[in-house]
């Protein structure tokens, strides 16, 4: 019952004003939020078929955002966990991960170790030069291609401003967890931007970021630690990131042109608990490891296009080329001296890639309908060194693996506006692969709008998910593991059903409610999963096309806006249905339904007085569960419950402003309930077969922060014509 109400109270509340207070309620519509991702040409959300989520700068603002993770741990559907090894942050949506998920900049997929877009670590994505951020959940296969299944994130860079001059500098300083110090522990975080008008046509933006994080110690020692005893190192690893982005932008009339670069680089630093005694008889011993870092450099270009042909024919056209490198740096540390030798450095893995994607729209001379005719062109060249793993290529194992992916796509997408209040959105893409069979995605959307202001839509859509690299090509067989990828692997498909209702109140008093209900259902076919394909005499691994998974989500998201206060509340209900097959003992597992209960907040408070806003977060999520297949503690293999505990984040902030807006300074708090570890159990399993955690009816941990931590955010702005 509590949930039902919390769903519909925003709607109910909005027709009870309705009811008793008509002639109370303001006429006048509120300028809506224009968007871009998925649209045939900006407009407001209120014309959107799409149900979009729009993050905008003020929110991220009053997070103290620093990169995509700071922002999305607050998002309803979405998950962020942590890898303590390399400080990577990977985001799962649905209980599906980020190989389902769409990255794009600028609409623009942004390239990752394993595809464009997808298993993005999001701590690499800077948030200095991002104006919103714009997510639509469920499928944008026919817009966005493959991989675009449970929903895509646009980052929407700043391009130009109102004055003929912006500078801006921050500095950030945040303890990582208890750990802080100005040197060797904590974020520090440096930046600063530069945006010029030259004249109403010419701008040029400059900006560059320092974040580099000290690592998380925990129980661990650090790096000069000398003992012998496994606590030398780091629970999560020191790393560094350096990042540089550059646009110059031309603007007349209706034609628009840009050239966007950017920079990434980053050292993640690895120090081996195990550590070494040489004998230096007759005199004292001397103590070194073997150490290592991780060096990446991405490199991204962008040229975009957009304004009229013929006058009335739109176009819009990008051009991008990516290119990252991994390199790994083995050297000896010696401990006595602290000095570093023997330093080796190699690339293990590099991509580069050239994507395109332009659209024409805008046909027809008729208001009420309107085509696009599009096109998307990816072109990965990847390289792999067999140092990271045994890889196979053309059957020969252990060899160093370079493939080109290549796929050339073309989709149309038609608007129909059959009245006022009624519009249709069919759409189909057809991709050409040189990797798969070719694959298709369609969809169609509906809107209507209702009397007052309640907007109703509705959408079905076809997609697809590639093999990523690891899938297609793994190979590690040794005397005590036999894992395999599988070249034969085709792609998975899925079918999503979206519905949802969005109304938005506005009353004499100024006092503003909008909530938005949805319901999507998600259903994959043909899903790729880790499966057991013997067991005796060793437990043999090899990736298959074998498994399904489905999905029910039914979320709301209230607003309330009165004054100088702003709450919003969202919930969702997630049911996830995840069939497994284990080949090897002719086992299927049970296809039930878990269901597990989100929720997540803010409140807003401003003191237009002191120029200071306070602003709190707060998320939960409930308790996760899935079956998982192990061996029992009889020694037979069967499936087992695996669950996942539930907990619950909140951050916390306050800013103020000083020196007519030119000063700010926010001092906030994040992860306020110290949560590190989410327990993670299996019950009655003894040995994992489904790539998981090994278990015997006993617990794991997943490691989802450094715990509560606090920062200091200084920042300077100065505008000026």
Not at 575 to 598: H, M, P, T, W
Not at 638 to 667: C, H, Y
């Amino acid at each position: 019952m509590r949930i039902k109400i919390t769903l519909f109270a925003g709607l109910l509340f909005c027709n009870i004003f309705f009811a008793q207070q008509k002639d109370t309620i303001a006429s006048r519509e509120k300028l809506s939020e224009v968007v871009v991702t998925g649209q045939l040409e900006p407009q407001s959300i209120k014309k959107s078929v799409f149900n979009v989520r729009v993050v905008t700068k003020e929110n991220i603002k009053q997070l103290a955002a620093n990169n995509l993770a700071d922002v999305l741990n607050q998002y309803l559907n979405i998950s962020v966990t942590s890898n303590g090894d390399d400080g990577r942050s990977k985001v799962s949506m649905f209980g599906l991960d980020a190989q389902y998920f769409k990255i794009l900049v600028d609409n623009i997929p942004l390239v990752s170790d394993t595809g464009m877009g997808t298993n993005v670590d999001l701590t690499q994505v800077n948030l200095d030069d991002v104006e919103r951020i714009e997510i639509i959940e469920g499928s944008m296969g026919v817009t966005h291609g493959a991989n675009a299944v449970t929903g895509i994130l646009n980052i929407i860079t700043k391009k130009g401003g109102g004055y003929k001059w912006q500078i801006g500098a921050t500095v950030q300083e945040e303890t990582v967890g208890k750990e802080f110090g100005f040197f060797d522990k904590g974020r520090h975080i440096q930046s600063a931007k530069i945006a010029h008008n030259f004249n109403e046509n010419w701008f040029v933006n400059i900006g560059g970021n320092r974040n580099e994080m000290a690592g998380y110690y925990d129980n661990r020692q650090g790096r000069d630690y000398d003992v012998n005893d496994g606590l030398r190192g780091y629970t999560q690893l020191p790393k560094e990131q350096l990042v540089g982005n550059a646009i110059l932008g031309y603007q007349k009339d209706a034609f628009r042109i840009f050239y966007k670069f950017d920079y990434y680089g980053e050292d993640v630093h690895y120090y081996n608990p195990v550590i070494n005694i040489q004998d230096n008889y007759p005199f004292a011993d001397t103590y070194f490891s073997r150490d290592k870092r991780y060096i990446t450099n991405r490199y991204y270009h962008h040229l975009n296009a957009s304004g009229n042909i013929f006058s009335k024919l739109k176009y819009n056209v990008s051009v991008s080329q990516q290119k990252q490198e991994r390199d790994l740096e083995n050297f000896v540390y010696k401990l006595d001296t602290r000095e570093e030798v023997d330093n080796k450095r190699k690339t293990y893995q590099s991509k580069e890639v050239f994507y395109s994607t332009g659209a024409l729209s805008n046909f027809f001379d008729n208001k009420k309908v309107d085509f696009q005719l599009g096109y998307e062109i990816t072109n990965e060249n990847g390289f792999y060194d067999s140092s990271v793993g045994a890889f196979r290529d053309d059957n020969q194992v252990g060899q160093n693996i370079r493939k080109r992916l290549e796929n050339y796509d073309i989709y149309s997408v038609a608007e129909i506006g059959v009245s006022d209040k009624f519009s249709i959105r069919p759409g189909l893409r057809f991709s050409f692969q040189t990797a798969f069979e070719n694959q298709y995605a369609s969809s169609l959307g509906l809107r209507y709008l209702f009397d007052k202001g309640l907007e109703a839509r509705a959408s079905l859509g076809k997609s697809y998910r590639t093999p990523n690299f690891d899938e297609l090509y793994t190979y590690f067989v040794d005397s005590n593991h036999n894992m395999q990828g599988n070249p034969d692997l085709i792609p998975e498909n899925s079918t999503s059903y979206e519905m949802s209702f969005k109304r938005a109140c506005t009353f004499d008093s100024g006092a503003q409610i909008s909530n938005n209900l949805a319901v999507t259902f998600l259903d994959v076919d043909d899903r790729i999963d880790l499966v057991v394909t013997q067991t005796i005499p060793s437990w043999n691994y090899k990736y298959l096309n074998i498994n399904k998974y489905k999905m029910w989500n039914i979320s709301t998201v209230e607003q309330y806006t009165y004054k100088n206060w702003n709450v919003m509340l969202g919930a969702a209900v997630v049911g996830i249905s995840r069939r497994l097959d284990l080949a090897a003992e002719n086992l299927v597992s049970d296809d039930k339904f878990f269901y597990s209960f989100r929720l997540n907040s803010s409140i807003s408070y401003n003191i237009p007085k002191w120029n200071t806003l306070l602003a709190v977060f707060y998320k939960y999520n409930g308790r996760q569960q899935q079956y998982v297949a192990a061996t029992g503690t009889d020694g037979k293999t069967g499936f087992f419950l695996n669950e996942l505990q539930p907990f619950s984040w909140m951050d916390a902030s306050i800013r103020k402003a000083f020196f007519k807006n030119k000063f700010e300074v926010t001092v906030g708090a994040r992860n306020l309930f110290d949560v590190t570890n989410l327990q993670s159990a299996i019950n009655g399993g003894s040995g994992d077969a489904s790539g998981g955690a090994h278990g015997g009816g006993t617990s794991s941990d997943m490691m989802l922060g450094y715990g509560r931590s606090y920062f200091l955010k200084l920042s300077y702005n100065l505008n000026f014509n």
